[in-house]
């Protein structure tokens, strides 16, 4: 079994294998040299990832400073949203299956997640986090996955329907729930994170969240950032390098965090079988803000090629690539760019 530290591996985004990768380093060094410019940037772990801001700004100090700033908000937020970290709001909600007083980032992911739950009808669902442990005790136990009979016993703790908000408070109504927000949280804290900056001045900055990426503004010559999307099974090349708009982009794929050599069990898992989907290797999507190209691209693996594409051409201002275990792709009418099956960079 292969673990990663998240399945947004850092490793992997600076090997391109992250799903997209910012490519700043075109006009990096002669932006340097410019004395009306200056580029600061700085990367931490945090939430399982590594986070990466490049702030461009006449001021480096300043930058620097709304840099700094910007990445303490980045760990109170991860504080909130860890499921590992017993002092973390997150633990607390699936030690107990309830927390009251909950902070209003906390309401406000969860309730984004029961959107998008119901915008995917349940594929999309943050209580799957059971049957996740299930796949990783049992793979890691028998190097299988988990029986039919265990599935069905875990598959009565998952469904997002048993999530009730009042006000700060939340209850998970059946004993033994549990959440994850690996697959929202990294957007909702990319997005925060570009809130400050902006209110900081810094207009043009890149702010790569281990895959989860938003482009702000243009780099010091004008140009739009270049945005990178990975060949699923050769992390080397490319399947194609987009110009950045006014819109986030994320990643998700199965060879991120997987339990088997060959991708096909995953921790992408689909609350309908208990386990890993198989159409889909990749999917990349396109939208007005990190959180919901975060979700949906996950979303879209588990939902599966036709359906992901019939739900993507009904959401406004968003595109999806979508890329299957043979290698074909697959994209949404009005995706930047062209992709020949046999085109990789």
Not at 112 to 118: A, D, L, P
Not at 167 to 194: C, E, M, R, W
Request: aromatic share 8%; proline share 3%; hydrophobic share 40%.
């Amino acid at each position: 079994m292969n673990y990663k530290l998240s399945r947004r591996d850092f490793i992997k985004i600076t090997a391109a294998g992250a799903g997209a990768l910012a490519l700043g380093a075109i006009g990096v060094n002669r932006l340097l040299a410019e004395p009306e410019l200056k580029i600061y940037e700085e990367t931490q772990v945090l939430l399982g990832t590594f986070v990466t801001i490049k702030a461009v700004d006449t001021d480096e100090k300043n930058a620097r400073n709304m840099v700094g700033t910007t990445f303490e908000e980045i760990k109170r937020l991860s504080n909130i949203f860890s499921r590992f970290d017993s002092k973390s709001e997150l633990y607390s909600l699936n030690k107990s299956g309830q927390i009251y007083g909950a902070s209003d980032d906390l309401i406000c992911i969860m309730k984004s997640s029961i959107q998008y739950s119901e915008l995917t009808d349940g594929l999309f669902d943050i209580t799957a986090l059971p049957l996740l442990e299930l796949n990783h005790e049992s793979f890691n136990t028998n190097n299988a996955p988990p029986d039919k009979e265990a599935i069905t016993e875990i598959k009565s703790l998952v469904g997002y329907n048993a999530i009730n908000i009042s006000g700060n408070d939340i209850t998970l109504q059946k004993p033994g729930a549990l959440i994850t927000l690996d697959s929202i949280a990294v957007g909702y804290i990319v997005d925060k994170a570009a809130a400050l900056l902006s209110q900081g001045n810094i207009n043009n900055v890149l702010i790569n969240g281990g895959g989860e990426i938003y482009p702000c503004g243009t780099k010091n010559d004008g140009e739009l950032w270049k945005i990178g999307i990975a060949n699923p099974r050769d992390t080397s090349k490319y399947l194609a390098v987009i110009d950045s708009s006014n819109w986030a982009i994320s990643t998700s794929g199965d060879y991120e965090a997987y339990f088997t050599g060959d991708y096909l069990y995953n921790f992408i898992i689909d609350p309908r079988t208990g386990v890993s989907p198989t159409e889909l290797a990749s999917a990349t999507v396109i939208a007005k803000d990190t959180l919901c190209a975060d979700a949906l691209s996950t979303a879209c693996i588990v939902m599966g090629k036709n359906d992901a594409l019939s739900m993507i051409e009904n959401l406004p201002g968003t595109e999806a690539l979508l890329v299957d275990k043979n290698m074909n792709c697959y994209r949404s009418s009005g995706f930047p760019v062209d992709i020949s099956n046999n085109l990789y960079f």
